[in-house]
Each structure stands twice: as C-alpha cells, then as structure tokens.
C-alpha cells in the first residue's frame, strides 16, 4: 500500500492525528490528572481540529485550504513535480485523497465535539477541587458550585463549614505537608488534608470525586 505514493499521502496525514489523540486518550486513562488539565486538553484538541477546517468565523474552509499538516504537504508537492503518468489521472487522485483526509478530519471534529458538553462540565465542577483554586479567596468556587453533591449523603452543612474554613489554614505548617511543598497533584493534596479531623468529611468527598472514573469512554 505505502509503494504507491498516493496512498502514502495518506499515512502522512493520519499518523499525527492518530498520535495526537493517542496522547489526550493517555491523558484519561491516568488516575493521577489533575481535572483541569483533562479539561483544557480535550478543549484544545477541539479547537486544534476546528481551526483546521473552519475559518475564524465559523464558515467551512475550501478543501484544498485546510490544514492537512506540513508534511502532507510536502509529499503532495513532491509527488507532482515528480509523477510520470498522466497529470489529469494524478489530479484526479490528489483530489480523492484530499477530499478522504476532510472526511476524517470532519468526522474527528464530530467525535471530540460530541463529548464536549458532558465533559466539560464536569470538569469544570472536578476543576473547582483543584488545591490552587480551593486555597485561593479569588478564584475558590462557590460551595453551590461544587460537583456532585449527593456524595456529600447527610453531611452536607459539615461539609459546606469545612469549605468555608479551608483557605484559611496555612497548610504548608500541617504534619502531612511540613516536609515537603504543597503537592500539585489533587489527590495527594486531599490525602494530606484528611489528616487533621476537621476536614476529614470533606477530605472524603473530594477524594470521592477525584477517584470516581470521569468516563475514559468520552474521549475514546
């Protein structure tokens, strides 16, 4: 298949884009991820597909005009300067293999924008656990704001008195992070916070929510 150079063309288009959603797909499969990382990559991967068949304001771009990739490119230009058969023939072909990449990259576009909405509210809810924003007095989430509230059971004003009080422990002078900087990971920020007994409840509930699968199945 790789010998005739057409379909070649192909294969320098796809890989990337296999690679490049092989490497968000990674990004959900890890337990460890901070929310807000998966939030803004799966949003990025959107953008990066949109632009490259939509024009800024939103109209579709000629076929020949998207962003096939560099190197695509390359070989395109390669293979006409070089082709030895009839140029109406290898026209022909460049236009079918053209129109098949639009086709995939259309249907990638359709894929990631299909999972948009449910993820990325959820992950704009996770995000509000993240220990920057938790600490912060600026950018900490309203307690109404917070995801998945039934998780809370019967502890829900517990859990809302210790939200009120977290940003104003110095964290850095508590047994679990004394020895070692705040950890930028979520979930061991909460494992450290549900060491002292007045935030326990609420230590569980965001660990609850970390550790509950946000669906490898949304970006697959």
């Keep these: 298949m790789l010998l005739d150079p057409v379909n070649k063309l192909l294969f320098h288009f796809a890989i990337p884009v296999v690679h490049e959603f092989e490497r968000v797909n990674s990004l959900f499969q890890s337990s460890k991820m901070d929310p807000l990382v998966l939030n803004k990559e799966l949003f990025l991967l959107h953008s990066s597909l949109k632009a490259r068949i939509f024009h800024d304001d939103g109209f579709k771009k000629e076929l020949r005009s998207c962003d096939y990739g560099c190197k695509f490119e ?75 509230k039934f998780l809370m059971d019967d502890n829900l004003s517990g859990i809302e008195e210790q939200y009120r009080r977290i940003h104003l422990v110095d964290w850095t002078l508590e047994p679990a992070f004394k020895n070692a900087a705040l950890p930028t990971d979520a979930e061991l920020f909460w494992m450290g916070v549900k060491q002292p007994q007045g935030f326990k409840e609420l230590a569980d509930y965001a660990l609850t929510c970390l550790v509950t699968p946000t669906s490898n199945a949304s970006i697959e």
């Design 74 to 148: 390359m070989e395109l230009q390669k293979y006409m300067h070089n082709v030895k058969e009839d140029k109406q023939a290898a026209e022909i072909r460049i236009n079918d293999t053209v129109f098949r990449c639009h086709s995939m990259l259309e249907e990638a576009f359709a894929q990631v924008e299909k999972r948009l909405p449910p993820s990325m509210e959820v992950f704009k809810g996770l995000g509000a656990l993240n220990l920057q924003k938790v600490l912060s007095q600026v950018e900490k989430a309203c307690f109404k704001d917070l995801p998945s």
